[in-house]
């Protein structure tokens, strides 16, 4: 979304154009996630020096960062798919070129669930940390990254269904079982750690 305003990937977004689609808002949905955890790494830092805070907060900042650049990777993800399927239909350069197009647009939102579950692990650590009147600034970064973690995952197992590579869809579907858990899991303890 590199010079794009919030309110010109909305309009894009709302037309009938392919892209951006799912993946680009998990990715966005991530970073707003890992923004937000860093907002109250920052307040509570502005108050007291924090070593450990302090390298967390770094760490989210990359980590938000990162999501934000997901989300040109996934219009790129998609549009290659879209491009490959112009082939001409019947043909093994269509089906070679379709079959790696969608294997990247699995890639991409499986990196972008995966990013947006460090960022949880991140507003752990930050949890214990968050001044009270700021906990559900935290709360609902907790909210929109496992949504991003749900979204991206959404759109991995989509395109899992029309790959042809058995064990590239096995190796996945396993990692999406394994990333859902820990998304819950990792959701469920910020929850519990956040101040009351």
Same mark, same amino acid.
């Given at each position: 979304?590199?010079?794009?305003?919030?309110?010109?990937?909305?309009?894009?977004?709302?037309?009938?154009? =392919?892209? =951006?689609?799912?993946?680009?808002?998990? *990715?966005?949905?991530?970073?707003?996630?890992?923004?937000?955890?860093?907002?109250?790494?920052?307040?509570?830092?502005?108050?007291?020096?924090?070593?450990?805070?302090?390298?967390?907060?770094?760490?989210? &900042?990359?980590?938000?960062?990162?999501?934000?650049?997901?989300?040109?990777?996934?219009?790129?993800?998609?549009?290659?798919? &879209?491009?490959?399927?112009?082939?001409?239909?019947?043909?093994?350069?269509?089906?070679? $070129?379709?079959?790696?197009?969608?294997? @990247? *647009?699995? &890639?991409? =939102?499986?990196?972008? *669930?995966?990013?947006?579950?460090?960022?949880?692990?991140?507003?752990?650590?930050?949890? =214990?940390?968050?001044?009270? +009147?700021? $906990?559900?600034?935290?709360?609902?970064?907790?909210?929109?990254?496992?949504?991003?973690?749900? +979204?991206?995952?959404?759109?991995?197992?989509?395109?899992?269904?029309?790959?042809?590579?058995?064990?590239?869809?096995?190796?996945?579907?396993?990692? &999406?079982?394994?990333?859902?858990?820990?998304?819950?899991?990792?959701?469920?303890?910020?929850? @519990?750690?956040?101040?009351?």
């Amino acid at each position: 979304m590199d010079c794009m305003t919030i309110e010109g990937f909305v309009e894009q977004l709302a037309s009938a154009a =392919p892209t =951006p689609g799912g993946g680009s808002v998990s *990715a966005l949905v991530a970073a707003l996630s890992g923004a937000l955890s860093c907002m109250v790494a920052n307040i509570t830092l502005s108050k007291t020096a924090d070593l450990e805070l302090a390298s967390w907060r770094s760490a989210l &900042v990359e980590g938000y960062k990162g999501a934000l650049g997901d989300i040109q990777r996934d219009i790129e993800a998609y549009r290659d798919v &879209v491009e490959a399927q112009k082939q001409p239909k019947g043909s093994e350069a269509r089906t070679t $070129a379709v079959q790696g197009a969608l294997k @990247k *647009a699995a &890639v991409v =939102p499986l990196e972008i *669930a995966g990013r947006a579950i460090s960022l949880l692990h991140l507003a752990l650590q930050v949890a =214990p940390h968050a001044r009270s +009147s700021y $906990a559900s600034d935290l709360a609902v970064a907790n909210i929109l990254g496992l949504a991003a973690v749900r +979204s991206a995952l959404l759109n991995v197992e989509t395109n899992l269904r029309y790959i042809k590579d058995d064990s590239f869809v096995q190796r996945f579907t396993q990692l &999406v079982a394994e990333m859902k858990s820990d998304a819950e899991a990792t959701s469920a303890r910020i929850e @519990k750690a956040l101040p009351r």
